[in-house]
């Protein structure tokens, strides 16, 4: 029998697959809201001048209060401004002070996206750095990829 008072009130989400027209520019952000104990909505959805064809995600739900694990979002908002775009971007994530004796794993992925459609479309996720303190977060683009904005989410446990 579940305990209903431990109910995964922790949502994170990552993109996985995409597929869009380069018609405009290539704006797509995975979210959710409306968390209870039963399930969650999720949103995948495209922005402005964005062609969406399909678009996948994934997702991990946990109790808020489950020991050893936290989970968060970052994003090139959160360092910059969108415009101009740029190539590369990266940040700090400082994790809540004893949350780990020792660097923890990080599962982390793409969760939005903001990118010039004239060029091509190339991006990656990083993390470095990493210890029980916290990780440097990247969110670059590659070759002559214009980068508005991108974001991730995030998952750190013992």
Known sequence: MSDV????????????????TNDGDWRLYA??????????????D????????????SW???PSDKADVVSGA???NDVRTAD???LTTSGRIAF????????PTVLFAINSLEIDHRENLQIKAT?????????TWHLDGGGDTKVYSMGASYIAFA
Do not use: C
């Open 127 to 135: 993390v470095d750095s990493l210890s029980s303190k916290g990780m």
């Open 96 to 103: 809540p002070p004893e949350s780990f004796v020792h660097s």
């Open 84 to 86: 101009p775009p740029q």
């Open 5 to 20: 008072s431990r109910f995964h009130d922790e949502v994170i989400v990552w993109l996985n697959e995409l597929s869009m």
């Open 60 to 62: 991990i739900a946990y």
């Open 74 to 76: 970052y994003s090139t």
């Open 31 to 44: 979210t959710v809201s409306n968390i209870t104990t039963v399930g969650f909505t999720m949103h995948l």
């Open 46 to 57: 495209a922005g402005r001048d964005t062609t969406l064809f399909s678009a996948r995600a």
